[in-house]
């Protein structure tokens, strides 16, 4: 039996993405490692527990400026996706959807909410053995950026072990995922670490 709560398909309201706040941090945090299981078996065993997200690791990084938004279902919580502005660039943090809700464009639009927030290059890391995910950026205008450059970007702009460096990918927003501040973007999707978390 799920240990969420689920959202009633028959009554469903549209969803709702609204900022987090303190109140929704255990939701947070339940949602993130759930989703997070899909790295089990995947990604290096050295980079993955569980939990894959610790408490105080959450809270670290909402300490260090990561704004999370989530995104709700009849008052549940389904996916969550930070952003983090660090220098001349905004990375997006920790997309995560829960396991029953994946693939049925949470992610999608909890990123189109995002995009046009930022002001600044958009860069999502990520593990390069999680190709779904590699894959959910690519479908909205990411780009991946070559080994040379993606390891200068990982070190620069996150805070990361080695290891990390080496196991993770960088992907840059395109003109067609982000229109330079400048309003809402055109997506081209149809839809809609040691190794601590992912970047
Ligand atoms: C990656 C993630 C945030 C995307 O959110 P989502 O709501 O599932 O994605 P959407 O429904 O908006 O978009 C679906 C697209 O994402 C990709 N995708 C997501 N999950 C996938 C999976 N399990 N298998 C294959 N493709 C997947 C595909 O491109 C997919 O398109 P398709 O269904 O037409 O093949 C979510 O799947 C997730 O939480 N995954 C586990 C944790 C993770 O990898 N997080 C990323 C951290 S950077």
């Given at each position: 039996m799920s240990r969420f709560d689920q959202p009633n398909e028959e009554t469903a309201s549209p969803p709702v993405i609204r900022p987090c706040s303190a109140h929704d941090f255990d939701a947070m945090l339940a949602v993130v490692n759930a989703a997070a299981r899909a790295y089990g078996g995947v990604i290096p065993a050295d980079c993955y527990?569980?939990?894959?997200?610790?408490a105080a690791e959450l809270r670290g990084e909402i300490a260090a400026g990561v704004r999370f938004w989530a995104s709700f279902e009849a008052d549940v919580m389904v996916g969550i996706m930070g952003i983090q502005d660090v220098d001349d660039m905004t990375l997006i943090r920790h997309a995560y959807v829960r396991p029953d809700r994946q693939r049925k464009g949470v992610g999608s639009r909890l990123l189109q909410h995002l995009l046009p927030l930022t002001m600044k290059v958009p860069l999502v890391g990520t593990w390069a053995d999680a190709w779904w995910a590699i894959s959910f950026y690519e479908r909205h205008g990411f780009s991946l950026v070559a080994p040379a450059e993606k390891d200068q970007l990982l070190r620069r702009y996150w805070t990361i072990s080695e290891r990390q460096v080496e196991t993770s990918v960088v992907l840059r927003a395109g003109p067609s995922a982000w229109a330079g501040g400048r309003g809402r973007v055109h997506v081209t999707a149809t839809s809609a670490a040691s190794c601590d978390s992912a970047p």
């Open positions: 527990g569980e939990p894959y997200m610790p």
